[in-house]
């Protein structure tokens, strides 16, 4: 009887534990996704509160909609730029602070600096440097250069986002790849070197296979956060100039809180939903290929 008392006794207290996590999840993950599921499935009407059921109007009006296919375009470039430079420039910022010099630890500070400023504080100020007459365009005024109306263009728009977010996020990554480079064993180096392996070869055979579970971790970290990115687009281009930095996020938003379809605006973001679960996913199946720790 002791024993099934301590058992339980050590249950209830793995719940109390998990409760707090189980609490957020539930109200802030589970009934908000419940939530947009029921949306997508009707019209509603927000001036009179009145929501009529539409069944899948919400779903095929997607195949119908003529925007679609240009925010879906913006989403892929706005990802792909954020991810391969955000781990690219991350990987090559810890590799060359991880070693022993003069000043390491301030440079490593102040590439880690950005992240801890507010998101639209930071974008607020980009949004001053890229103008016409901003700083970026002084700088190049400054040698000789003329510098675009870097938000007024579709391709210098979408090039502005992405510097912003990377430049703003890097440093997480960095501090990731920093931790994982500091966990290799020197004697793996050490037997490389004596058997004569140098540079490339002990970069690709030793560092980055031994580093692949960060690259996992990273990888997933960057692809959400990409899929999530609002505030930058919000505050610098408003989707614009026409569509060419209209991602998916932000066109949720538009949708739903601009337009006012709420069903539309759900089955928006629960298509949002499934790119970033089946992103995951896929990066989680591939693991086992790249991974160097997997069996």
Known sequence: MAYWTTRRRDVLTGYVFIAPQLLGVTVFV?????????????????????????????WAALASD??????????????????????????????????????ATFFRTLFFSPVVVSVVAWT?????????????????????LDGPNWLQHGDTAMVSVIVSQVVRSVGV????????????????YEAARIDGARGRAVFARITLPMISPTL??????????????????????????????????????????????????????????????VLTLLQWQLRKRWVFHEQ
Request: charged content about 5%.
């Open 30 to 58: 589970l009934v908000p996704v419940a939530m947009a599921i029921w949306y997508s499935l009707h019209k509603w009407n927000v001036f009179t509160g009145r929501q009529t059921f539409a069944g899948g109007g919400n």
């Open 124 to 144: 607020l100020v980009w949004g001053f440097l890229l103008q016409d007459n901003g700083g970026i365009n002084g700088l190049l005024g400054a040698i000789g």
């Open 66 to 103: 003529p925007q679609l296919p240009s925010v879906l375009l913006a989403t892929v470039l706005f990802s792909a730029g954020v991810v391969g430079l955000n781990i690219g420039l991350g990987l090559l910022i810890a590799v060359l602070l991880n070693r022993r010099f003069r000043g």
């Open 216 to 277: 996992l971790l990273t990888a997933i970290i960057t692809v959400v956060g990409a899929l999530q990115s609002f505030a930058q687009i919000a505050v610098l281009t408003a989707g614009g100039p026409e569509l060419s930095t209209t991602v998916l996020v932000y066109y949720v938003f538009q949708q739903a809180f601009k337009f006012n379809d709420i069903g539309y605006g759900s089955t928006l973001a629960l298509m949002l939903l499934s790119f970033v679960m």
């Open 173 to 188: 990554n960095m501090v990731l790849f920093l931790a994982a480079l500091q966990g290799v064993p020197s004697e793996l």
